[in-house]
């Protein structure tokens, strides 16, 4: 069998996609919940690259952390980090029981959202009116501190200033 034949069998596979989905969703919500000490560390490592080059939160940060107290039961902390984790939570979930009942049944139930361009469009609206406020309450409650010290021009600037003073 050639290796082309076996891309093009793959992606036509009713199976693959359908398992590999089913992969990552369950590790997107078993890694919060088995590394829960490690994630909501105030010394863990914030691996946002928005977060890494401007010092802003982008629409998904915290979300790790809410999930990892939302699946051990606080909500109080879930909603503080991410205000959208319960709703991730149950669309994750949702989409498990949706990817198992297809496999078993072997039907599809989930229609291709991509189809419907102004579905899309509206959620991304809705992403960018998410972000532009939660930037406008990040910087409203002393963000610009973070911002002017933990941007990455800010930190290649610390570390001339540790090397050549």
Same mark, same amino acid.
């Given at each position: 069998?050639?290796? #082309? ?14 398992? %590999?989905?089913? @992969?990552?969703? @369950? ?10 000490? =490690? ?5 863990? %490592?914030?691996? =946002? &690259? ?5 010092? *802003?939160? =982008? &629409?998904?940060?915290?979300?790790? /952390? ?5 699946? $051990?039961?606080?909500? !109080? +902390? !879930?909603? +503080?980090? $991410? ?8 669309? @994750? ?12 049944? $072997? ?11 102004? +579905? ?14 939660? #930037?406008? *309450?990040?910087? !409203?409650?002393?963000?610009? #501190? *973070?911002?002017?010290?933990?941007? *990455?021009? @800010? /930190? ?5 200033? #540790?090397?050549?003073?």
């Amino acid at each position: 069998m050639k290796l #082309t034949s076996f891309i093009t069998e793959s992606r036509d596979s009713f199976y693959w996609p359908r398992l %590999l989905a089913l @992969a990552l969703l @369950a590790g997107s919500l078993l890694l919060p919940f088995m590394a829960f000490d =490690c994630v909501t560390s105030p010394q863990s %490592l914030v691996l =946002c &690259p928005l977060r890494a080059v401007t010092g *802003i939160p =982008c &629409p998904s940060c915290g979300l790790t /952390r809410a999930l990892a107290h939302l699946e $051990h039961g606080h909500l !109080a +902390q !879930a909603l +503080q980090y $991410h205000p959208f984790a319960p709703l991730v939570l149950v669309l @994750a979930l949702a989409l498990i029981i949706l990817l198992l009942l297809e496999l078993v049944l $072997h039907k599809r139930l989930i229609a291709n959202p991509l189809k419907k361009r102004g +579905q899309v469009y509206f959620l991304l609206a809705l992403v960018v009116v998410f972000q532009v406020g939660r #930037t406008v *309450i990040f910087f !409203a409650n002393g963000g610009w #501190t *973070i911002f002017w010290h933990e941007n *990455i021009l @800010a /930190r290649l600037l610390e570390l001339v200033q #540790t090397v050549f003073y």
